[in-house]
């Protein structure tokens, strides 16, 4: 961990960041939003393009306080919240106002008999009630600005406690004050410590336990700021804490640990403010697999969403999903305390040739960068480690160097280069006094350099002084117990710092009024119906995606007239509303070069349709376009994150494959190249075996031209899918050889 015993270890935050050239935050609620006269930005949809910060200082520090249910009696559940909520009170200055109808005083201090009695107005009430909603509904006339509802059995319970949770939410909304759960927890009135200082940790969990180890990093010296445990989320969500806390000076990284998101779109804003601020967002998100899911919906009544559309929508916004909370820990400590990078190469530095080639095996598998250093560096190195050890990348010094004078030597060498941004030390188990010099001479050098080292101590007893006092009591010194747990909080923190340099928010992008493409294209709509490949064809035409010449005709005559025009050899297919795979029906037929094969297609083709009780509109006959690689491009609706585009790998055998890369609206042309990029079978678009590399620029336009059309008909395109898409040779272009569309 990146941290101290004792908090006067750790640098002060302000003179820390501008040490390294870096400007700090101020704590600013809506930096990057409208002001509160300003209407807010919405996009072609109507959706918002900033994320709205709600105000929290109040909750979190609040001038006075009322426990609406206080207790005092022996053996009684509010007894004990009562005492905790005194005890925070008293540490963040607030005055506390118990409330009970039958208690004349709560631990000393006077009680009033409702809510109405209060003395003043509050800031935050506390509602220890089984049904928070009549308490709700007497606070609306009090101006309270926060409450916490702790009461369970709404929405995690089913359909009868979900629409007592809505009926709760409705009545939070029409009161004007903002609600913490139901099904919280008293995890936002913590003790935090208050003698550590640098960048923080903000935690926001959805189950209270589950922020039990980040909340523990503090007896490792890693200071935490906030905790929001958001329980069902009838009103506050995950996305508003985010928001709040990456505008907050003193929050270094934000951990979440979340069963499921209340509003996707509201997740992205947040997520983005983030990224804008180049605060980093470590989450734990579960229901990646269905037991996930369906433990995730009876735990929080929350949606899980598609895991894939939720994955891809977090690495577009930056946000760095983990998998296990001791990664959470670690990642989120590394990111918040580490200063920026200087550049992005990785040395391996041990005393074992075997320990530094096995961590430099997965180190590069999960594909950090390890260069190999110069001949001149190798060189300067071999001074001090002997001339048969490897010092390429991995260094090897053999294990006697570092009981000695040149330990320290290599270490600064090794952080001399210009190339090397992170130096990092596996010590797989304690081996005095070698080891305890060698951490000591690393703590040395991270105090005077402005690279990350880190450092893996293996031993599993962890009692070790080198491990306890030196490393623990580093500031600048990542400590880790695992290799697992290093190489994916490295890889994140040179992700998130490429990521985040340059950083513009796609939303400054998003288009705000309809396209003359939206106003074409809008007539061609049907309303809850399938339109014909002809039909939705029409659509992509509008929106300026090249199709192959093609008529659609309805008698064999027309259909030889039509191949005359179009040009042999043809394509045939059949063309109607309900037609979705027309292949597995046998109605398409390929490489046609004469009228006589023309007209037995039609009669074919319409035979096997009324065979098959399926309505035509009309046979399409379509240039034969070959050459090229099949990709398909689409838009599905998102339950959580409305419409989604998904590109990959195309033709017959695209269910099989399953290569697919998705993003969610908005987003430019960095990312629908990323898309690509992220395909297993993306060397296909590069050529091999001979065929020339594909048109990946028309194939990025085709992508950013769809992204429009489901921004522009938002949810009333239920679905679309091109499929082939033709990618033609460079420069050639790309063709939608098929598409279906389904309006909503």
Known sequence: MLGSTHGTLTTDFRARVEACGETPRTAVHSSAAPSADDAIPVDVSGRPLHADV?????????????????????????????????????????????????????????????????????DLAVLLVSDPLPVIEELADTKVKFAVAFASGFAETGDAGAAAQERLAAAV?????????????????????DDLDGPAIALITQSGHQGRPVYTLQELGIRLSHWAPTGNEADLETSD?????????????????????????????????????????????????????????????????????????????????????????????????????RADGVVVYSISGGTGAHFSDLATEAGLTLPTLSQAKQDELHQWIPPYLNVANPVDNGGHPVGDWRGRKIIDAILADPEVG?????????????????????????????????????????????????LLGSSRVATFRTFGNCITAVRAYLGHHRFTTGYRSPF????????????????????????????????????????PREQLVTSAAAAVRAAGLVGYPVVMKASGPQLGHKTELGLVKIGLTSASQIRDAYRELTDIARYENVPLDGILVCQMVE??????????QDDLFGPTVTVGLGGVLVEVLHDAAVRVPPFGEDQARAMLRELRGHALLE??????????????????????????????????????????????????????????
């Open 627 to 636: 050459r090229g690689v099949e990709m398909v491009v689409g838009v599905t």
């Open 241 to 341: 804490f985010i928001s709040y806390f990456a505008e907050q000076p003193e929050v270094g990284a934000i951990a979440c640990y979340v069963e499921g998101l209340k509003d996707g779109r509201s997740f992205l804003l947040a997520a983005d403010r983030a990224a804008r601020n180049g605060v980093p967002v470590v989450a734990v998100k579960v229901g990646r697999t269905e037991t996930g899911a369906r433990m995730a919906a009876s735990h929080t009544g929350k949606l899980t969403g598609a895991d894939t559309v939720v994955d891809a929508a977090m690495r577009q916004f930056g946000v760095i999903r983990v998998d296990g909370l001791d990664e959470l820990q670690d990642t989120a400590a590394l990111l918040a305390r580490a200063r920026r990078p």
């Open 508 to 547: 400054d992008d998003a288009p705000r009024t309809p396209s003359p493409s939206y106003r074409k294209a809008q007539a061609l709509m049907r309303p809850g119906q399938q339109l014909s490949e002809h039909a939705a064809k029409q659509l992509l035409r509008a929106y300026g995606i090249r199709v």
């Open 54 to 122: 709600p105000d929290l200082d109040r909750f979190f520090r609040p001038e006075s306080v009322a426990v609406i249910g206080a207790s005092d009696a022996d053996g009684r559940p509010n007894t004990g919240i009562t005492r905790q909520l005194i005890a925070w009170a008293e540490r963040v200055g607030a005055r506390i106002h118990p409330v009970h109808p039958t208690r004349a005083t709560v631990f000393g201090l006077a009680c009033h008999a409702s809510v109405a009695d209060l003395p003043e107005q509050v």
């Open 422 to 470: 992170v130096l990092i030390c596996p010590i797989t188990g304690p081996f005095p006094p070698m080891s305890d010099r060698l951490a000591q001479d690393l703590a040395d050098a991270a105090e005077r350099t402005d690279k990350l080292i880190c450092v893996i101590w293996g031993s599993p007893v962890g009692t070790e002084d080198a491990y306890r006092t030196t």
């Open 173 to 193: 909304e029409r009161s004007g004050l903002r609600l913490l759960g139901p099904n919280t927890n008293l995890n936002a009135f913590e003790e935090f410590r």
């Open 687 to 744: 050529g091999v075996r001979g065929a020339p590399p594909a048109d990946v620029d028309a194939l990025v336009e085709v992508i950013l031209r769809i992204q429009r059309m489901a921004l522009e008909f938002g949810g009333q395109l239920s679905e679309l899918d091109i499929n082939p898409l033709m990618v033609l040779p460079r420069g050639q272009g790309a063709v939608a050889l098929d598409a279906l569309a389904i309006c909503r």
